[in-house]
């Protein structure tokens, strides 16, 4: 099974983690499903469910001239945030 890298860039910090799933698609939810509510300041378990339901109708779009390279930018209390997923090789 794949292992996807997430870069997030949300409010001035950047929170990096990694997940297993078989598709960009399935990665992103068990990833967002998998956020430690206390690791993003003011983020708590309302916005978190908030993020699983727009994450849950959303797809990551393809990086143009990026090989498994997929990107979203979903809103989180209001503010962007930039969401990187790599599919990469396990060491």
């Given amino acids: 099974m794949p292992l996807y890298t997430f870069i997030m860039e949300y409010a001035g910090d950047t929170y990096l983690s990694q997940v297993k799933a ?3 698609r399935v990665a ?9 509510d206390d690791e993003i300041p003011d983020f708590d378990s309302a916005n978190k469910a908030r993020l699983v339901r727009e994450i849950g109708e959303a797809s990551p779009a393809p990086r143009t001239g990026a090989v498994n390279v997929w990107s979203i930018s ?7 945030a930039l969401i990187n997923l790599v599919q990469t090789v396990e060491a």
């Fill in 22 to 24: 078989a598709s960009p």
């Fill in 74 to 80: 979903p809103r989180i209390r209001g503010q962007s």
């Fill in 28 to 36: 992103l939810k068990v990833w967002v499903r998998g956020l430690p």
